[in-house]
């Protein structure tokens, strides 16, 4: 995999690219591919248009974007990133509980 993933009893979720990426279409299929293998989804909200991973073994969920940062930028970029999960319970309208 070209992401190393670890998750925290706590709910840390950390991400280490390997490589930085400078076609989009090959960054998320290997991200999609690694998150897959974790028992993890990526998704782009229609609810509110940001980026989300969902786990719903862990019962988490981790906003990847927000007004202000984009980690999924930072990871293209070959970035480490950590962002804390929360509660799935806060995104019960979201799509990722309709499948």
Excluded: A, C
């Excluded at 998150?35 to 229609?46: A, G, K």
């Excluded at 950590?82 to 309709?98: H, I, L, P, T």
């Amino acid at each position: 995999m070209d992401f190393d993933i670890e998750l925290s009893e706590e709910g840390l979720l950390t991400i280490t690219p390997h490589d930085t990426y400078t076609d989009k279409n090959t960054f998320l299929t290997e991200l999609i591919d690694s998150l897959f293998w974790e028992d993890m989804d990526l998704t782009i909200s229609s609810q509110d248009g940001w980026t989300y991973i969902s786990s719903m073994n862990h019962q988490l969920v981790w906003p990847m974007d927000d007004y202000g940062y984009d980690l999924i930028r930072d990871l293209q970029m070959g970035k480490k990133v950590e962002v804390m999960g929360r509660s799935n319970d806060d995104y019960q309208e979201y799509e990722w509980n309709e499948m």
